[in-house]
């Protein structure tokens, strides 16, 4: 069983940045991609955005574009998710994901095998 735990969450003011993490806990894990999501009180989980691990090709949803920035070190064993020029609506608790093989659809949240815990990003106005 692989766990995700995410990290780097907390509050900010609108304008500021955070840099999310999430550690593997099983360092050789094989997985095709991982993603990040997030959910606000009231609304469904949304897609944030995915990167393909073999080839680090990444996807952003529209809100995200030009702002966040998903990334991972092989090394590490660790996805990222660096988050600028907040915005009030992106207040929400984000999740990392990773899905173990291969799926067109990777903006689903049900393509994904294994879910961390979640942290909260809170955005003051």
């Known amino acids: 069983q692989v766990q995700l735990v995410e990290s780097g969450g907390g509050l900010v003011q609108a304008g500021g940045s955070l840099r999310l993490s999430c550690a593997a806990s099983?360092?050789?894990?094989?997985?095709?991609?991982m993603g990040w999501f997030r959910q606000a009180p009231g609304k469904e989980r949304e897609f944030v955005a995915h990167?393909?691990?073999?080839?680090?090709?990444?996807y952003y949803a529209d809100a995200a574009k030009g702002r966040f920035t998903i990334s991972r070190d092989n090394a590490q064993n660790t996805l990222y998710l660096q988050m600028n020029s907040l915005k009030p609506e992106d207040t929400a608790v984000y999740y990392c994901?990773?899905?173990?093989?291969?799926?067109?659809?990777?903006?689903?949240?049900?393509?994904?095998?294994?879910w961390g815990q979640g942290t909260q990003v809170t955005v003051s106005s």
């Open positions: 990167i393909r691990w073999g080839t680090g090709s990444t």
């Open positions: 994901a990773a899905a173990l093989s291969y799926h067109v659809w990777l903006w689903m949240p049900r393509v994904y095998d294994y």
């Open positions: 099983a360092r050789t894990f094989s997985r095709y991609a």
